[in-house]
């Protein structure tokens, strides 16, 4: 589904990224772990399309197409969701307003109809009734005033609504209670399809517990430098980024 | 003017079956060019207006001479060439307009299909010369009678002072003196159209008042004069102007409008100000250089001023309050966009006079491109004006590097018992934002258009329905490659 060749990628005159390589098929779930400031977020946004990340050697396709090649709204309209590190306020519109035309864009893009105002109230009110989201927030302007973890549980109740085929979250565990946790690692689980893949980038194995990885990847120093099964999150856990030789500071 | 369809509908149903019928030729009459007491008395004579009227007019001509041009605004332009303009022309015949909608502009066009406008609609704004249109008049004159039955007055100022001598001499230039500003004493000399209202005691006016329905062609008037007066205990809401740009020859736009409130009445005055406002790279534009005045006068009065400003090449606009009635209440809130080489110092005045007075002001600036937006403000509370109120925020979104955003406040608390709040805020639409938009699949263009109405919302929701919806799209339009 998703497949990195080589990837280097410059933020502001600095290379971020120095040649990684990921492949990620259809079913899948892979997890990336990392120390601060390894370059996972840059990932996450390099994947996207975000402005100010020059890919400056690689290539990136998904479903068979150069997303390079992409604007980051065309890649979300190819079914690109990242559910970000830190969510974004959007001061006087409502997440209602916001998700609403996000949707018909998503639609439009795919040259489907437009959703009946009715029917999106409905479908929206079941996506964060199933993430325990009280219904008011939905008419609250984008994050704004909302928790860390209530961003977070936002993120996945867009998530939900806009049914991407392929999800990258950035730390969506990090802030969340440890109910919440579990209520999010649902809405995970129920994007898990033999249809679909997800990226979870994360720095704990609690989330792991729950939203059980076939691949773990450890990205350093701007690669991968070591990929394995969920066993390679325990360990890491165990030993830290130490035990594995790798340096903390990499980046 | 498109804006004003679903209440142009509702006139339709009243009306019954509206008439189609021939446009006649207008007589094309022209002023000779320039100013002197020859072309007043010109002006007069085609109004047939009384004599009084012609002596109001010389006296604020006469004065007119001896003023200067202010340039205290943050604003720099070619100061127009009096002398250069044609103070009176009647419209122009259907020979010198164009043949069909092939002939005009493209970039016109395409914004009225994005603001969704008919093209029965798009070639009345485009000024086409179609010989079968909606006869505007007809409709208006059932407007008009639904109107009279509950006594309310609403017709061209040139009409009222023919029929309501009696009104006008008492209300014209009572809250906009003649010799008010320069552009204002210009107005009085030479205005030549415009709206009169007087909605009698007790009435609550049956429908949202809209110029469309007065104005039989197209183009606006360049220095329109407009009255309204709310009898005790009345309620108006007045919408000013149209979210689609329409054709318009003239450049320099100087109108006066002047609302009188009296006790216990409300008037809402809602403006959409969308005229040309040049090229990408400053060419042409109009100049709106306006002056719109409200006086409280009545106990428990009340006065809304709502404004969404996105034309014009130069803005030069402070609807003022002036709080005179104990207990009246003054608001002003405006959405200014300038985009590409466009100016606004626009702002609004509140004057204290009554006990127990209140004022809100919410102004949302918004430049991109190389604009320039000033938001200049006065609040003033006189000697007597005990217990006061006022709330300000100004808040200014910049796009882009090259733009400018100004806040000027001037506050005059001459009342110790003044409560006065004042709160500024100046931000951009991050990279942020703009990308967790696109993320969820927004374009660039949906996404400045949500962000931007997101940041108006105060304003935006302030504006009757039928209009908002239009002037929410406007915005998008206004800031179009603004980002990207
Ligand atoms: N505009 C910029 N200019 C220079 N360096 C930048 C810029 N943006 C990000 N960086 C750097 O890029 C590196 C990678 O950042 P990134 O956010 O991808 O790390 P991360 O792996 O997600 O870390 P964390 O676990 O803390 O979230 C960091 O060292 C960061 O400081
Ligand atoms: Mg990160």
Redesign the interface.
Same mark, same amino acid.
Do not use: H, M
């Given at each position: 589904m998703l497949e990195i060749k080589n990837l280097h990628v410059e933020v502001g005159g600095k290379e971020i990224l120095k040649g990684l390589n990921l492949t990620i098929n259809s079913g899948e779930v892979h997890a990336i772990m990392g120390p601060n400031g390894a370059g996972k977020s840059t990932l996450s946004y390099a994947i996207c399309g975000k402005d100010g990340y020059e890919i400056t050697d690689g290539t990136v396709t998904f479903n068979g197409k150069d997303l390079l090649e992409l604007e980051a709204n065309e890649r979300a309209g190819e079914g690109i969701f990242l559910g970000l590190q830190y969510p974004v306020e959007i001061p006087g519109v409502s997440n209602l307003n916001f998700l609403k035309a996000a949707l018909n864009s998503l639609r439009k893009y795919r040259g489907e109809e437009e959703i009946a105002a009715v029917d999106f109230l409905k479908l929206i009110r079941a996506k964060a009734a199933e993430l325990e989201m009280d219904p008011e927030m939905l008419k609250r302007a984008v994050n704004v005033g909302f928790s860390g973890g209530e961003k977070k549980r936002n993120e996945m109740v867009q998530m939900a609504l806009l049914d991407p085929i392929f999800s990258v979250l950035d730390e969506t565990d990090s802030g969340l209670d440890i109910d919440a946790l579990r209520i999010v690692a649902d809405g995970i689980n129920r994007m898990r399809s033999p249809k679909k893949a997800i990226l979870v980038i994360t720095h704990y194995q609690r989330l792991l517990d729950y939203v059980v990885p076939d691949f773990v990847h450890v990205l350093a120093d701007g690669k991968i430098v070591k990929s394995g099964d969920k066993s390679l999150a325990i360990k890491l856990e165990q030993d830290g980024y130490s035990g594995l030789g790798i340096n903390e500071t990499a980046a | 003017m498109a804006s004003t369809l679903e209440t142009r509908q509702t006139v339709e149903e009243v009306a019954g079956d509206y008439k189609y019928g021939f446009v006649s030729d207008i007589e094309t009459v022209k002023a000779p060019k320039g100013l002197n007491e020859g072309v007043i008395r010109f002006i007069s004579a085609k109004k047939e207006e009384p004599e009084w009227l012609l002596d109001w007019r010389l006296k604020a001509y006469k004065k007119w001479l001896k003023m200067e041009e202010p340039d205290w605004a943050m604003l720099s332009y070619h100061k127009p060439d009096f002398q250069d303009i044609y103070y009176y022309a009647a419209p122009k015949s259907a020979d010198d307009r164009p043949k069909s909608l092939d002939e005009v502009d493209p970039e016109l066009l395409r914004v009225y299909e994005k603001l969704g406008i008919s093209l029965q609609e798009q070639e009345v704004l485009s000024g086409v010369a179609v010989d079968i249109v909606f006869d505007s008049v007809s409709v208006a004159t059932t407007f008009r009678e639904t109107l009279k039955e509950k006594g309310v007055i609403f017709c061209s100022i040139s009409e009222a002072a023919r029929d309501y001598p009696e009104l006008m001499k008492k209300y014209l230039g009572s809250v906009v003196p003649v010799a008010d500003n320069f552009y204002a004493a210009l107005n009085s000399a030479v205005f030549t159209d415009g709206t009169f209202v007087y909605i009698p005691k007790g009435v609550r006016c049956p429908m949202e008042l809209s110029t469309y329905f007065r104005i039989n062609e197209a183009n606006t008037g360049q220095f329109e004069r407009t009255i309204i007066i709310a009898d005790d205990d009345s309620y108006v809401s007045y919408l000013e102007g149209c979210t689609a740009p329409m054709r318009d020859e003239n450049q320099l736009h100087a109108a006066v409008v002047e609302i009188v409130v009296l006790e216990n009445a409300e008037v809402k005055y809602s403006t959409v100000q969308n005229w040309y406002p040049g090229d990408k790279d400053g060419k042409g534009g109009i100049y709106n250089f306006v002056t719109k005045r409200a006086a409280c006068r009545g106990t428990n009065s009340k006065v809304s001023w709502t404004q969404v400003e996105t034309g014009s090449a130069v803005t030069w606009k402070y609807p003022s309050c002036i709080l005179q009635g104990d207990g009246s209440v003054g608001e002003f809130y405006s959405v200014a966009i300038t985009n590409n080489y466009q100016q606004a110092d626009t702002g609004t005045k509140m004057i204290h006079i009554g006990k127990n007075t209140s004022s809100t002001i919410i102004s949302k600036g918004i430049s991109a491109g190389k604009a320039q937006n000033i938001y200049r403000g006065l609040v003033k509370v006189m000697p007597n004006a005990e217990n006061t109120r006022n709330f300000t925020q100004c808040d200014s979104l910049l796009i882009g590097d090259e733009c400018g955003a100004h806040t000027v406040p001037y506050i005059e608390a001459k009342n110790p018992t003044a409560q006065l709040e004042h709160e500024a805020t100046t931000s951009k639409i991050? %990279? =942020?934002?703009?990308?967790? $938009?696109? /993320?969820?699949?927004? %374009?660039?263009e /949906?996404s400045v258009t949500?962000?931007v109405?997101?940041? $108006?919302? =105060?304003v935006m929701q302030q504006l009757p329905m039928e209009f908002a919806v239009e002037a929410q799209k406007l915005l998008g339009i206004s800031l179009e490659g603004s980002v990207g």
């Open positions: - | 991050s %990279d =942020e934002q703009l990308f967790y $938009c696109l /993320q969820r699949g927004l %374009d660039v /949906q949500l962000i109405n997101g940041f $108006c919302k =105060e």
